[in-house]
């Protein structure tokens, strides 16, 4: 399937750097054995590389047989696993107690080192490919970290790309959009504080729970009603917690947390605003005291239309012209990628792993899933994607 048949060729190879990174998976910022594996390729390939961005990613750059078009690329994996007890019974499975490559980021990171030795070997493009292996993808924002750190002043590039595995979609597919493909991931929490008492006595207290029942409700409305319904969004209230278990007792005050999801900075900003009022004014209503912390986390993953017109025709390459979607459905699922998206064009896209006669697989297990593994059939094709993006953005003859 791959168009790329020296990686292809290489599958086993590459499956077996990626069953070792599974077995030895780490969560955000402590990924040293990966960096290791990763920095030990490059030196054997004698590729320039450097460590220490973000803590433990790693940034290598390859030049092409010709540099003179100016252009460069640059491709991402990300590196981190989740705190998820392993429950495959693979041969290989992870050996870190409660740490599992349960969203694939050891195929993406196989995936990059398969593309990284061919286009080292090859050279057959104009310019210069830059490989980021990020760090702490999983809730750690270490996407922004390496951009705080000055990755694009120091490694320049024209476009960024990076790709997920995506167990819904069959294998040999690939799917993408221009605009949002991801959401946003913001958090909040609010404490409402009241009085508490007897709760035979409701008219002596301030009574948190029926306020932040009000809160919960009211929330509801925001998506509905101030944010626009061209555009989309989540507002969902995931924990509610108030005292002791005592049946006789009002508690004092009650907690509340969730999460906000949408593809647009004006609208996360908005819900943000509305919240704020909304809870602002049940306090009032019930002269109780609420506090509300709201935390902007990950960006949306909004792509460009010239970042999906180069990954499309890479794709094409990949997996044939009538296996890409380039108008897929956007999923509500966060990924820290949208923050190289602000920085520069690009695109990040959906490559399929499922296999549709064996749902129960661990392949087409759910992202996060602690049955879920990544399918290496698909290696071949992610690595020949990550290549075809370089070969085909910056050609060697025009």
């Not at 041969?91 to 870190?96: G, L, Q, R």
């Not at 270490?142 to 790309?161: S, T």
């Amino acid at each position: 399937m791959p168009v790329i048949n020296s990686i292809a060729d290489r599958k086993d190879e590459i499956a077996a750097w990626r069953q070792e990174l599974h077995r030895n998976a780490q969560t955000k910022y402590e990924e040293v054995y990966a960096g290791d594996l990763i920095a030990k390729k490059l030196e054997e390939w004698g590729i320039p590389h450097t460590r220490g961005f973000a803590k433990t990613g790693i940034v290598a750059t390859i030049e092409g047989q010709k540099t003179d078009s100016g252009k460069a690329i640059a491709l991402r994996a990300d590196m981190d696993a989740l705190d998820i007890q392993e429950r495959t019974g693979l041969p290989y499975a992870s050996c870190n107690e409660g740490k599992m490559h349960a969203c694939g980021h050891d195929g993406h990171m196989a995936s990059l080192l398969g593309a990284t030795k061919y286009l080292n070997e090859t050279k057959n493009f104009n310019g210069k490919v830059h490989l980021i292996f990020q760090p702490a993808e999983e809730g750690g924002s270490g996407a922004d970290k390496m951009i705080e750190e000055g990755l694009f002043k120091k490694f320049p590039c024209n476009y960024v790309f990076g790709f997920h595995n995506w167990p819904t979609l069959p294998v040999g597919t690939i799917n993408m959009r221009v605009g949002g493909i991801m959401a946003s991931v913001d958090e909040f929490e609010i404490i409402v504080k009241g009085k508490g008492g007897h709760a035979a006595m409701p008219e002596n207290t301030i009574d948190p729970i029926v306020i932040a029942s009000q809160i919960v409700i009211a929330l509801q409305t925001i998506v509905s009603r101030t944010v626009s319904p061209i555009d989309t969004a989540v507002v969902s209230v995931t924990n509610m917690n108030a005292g002791t278990g005592a049946f006789n007792v009002i508690p004092g005050s009650a907690r509340l947390h969730g999460t906000v999801r949408t593809f647009s900075n004006d609208v996360r900003h908005k819900i943000k605003e509305r919240m704020e009022s909304i809870v602002g004014n049940i306090s009032k209503a019930f002269d109780s005291t609420i506090e509300i912390d709201y935390i902007f986390q990950t960006e949306p993953t909004v792509n460009t239309a010239d970042g999906i017109a180069i990954a499309a025709k890479a794709a094409a390459l990949v997996v044939g012209e009538k296996n890409v979607d380039t108008n897929c459905l956007p999923t509500m699922g966060g990924e820290d990628f949208g923050a190289f998206l602000i920085e520069k064009p690009g695109a990040f896209v959906f490559i399929g792993q499922g296999v549709a006669n064996d749902p129960h697989c661990h392949s087409s297990m759910g992202l996060h899933h602690p049955n879920y593994d990544f399918n290496d059939e698909i290696l071949p094709i992610g690595s020949s994607y990550f290549a075809a993006l370089a070969e085909t953005y910056m050609p060697l003859e025009t």
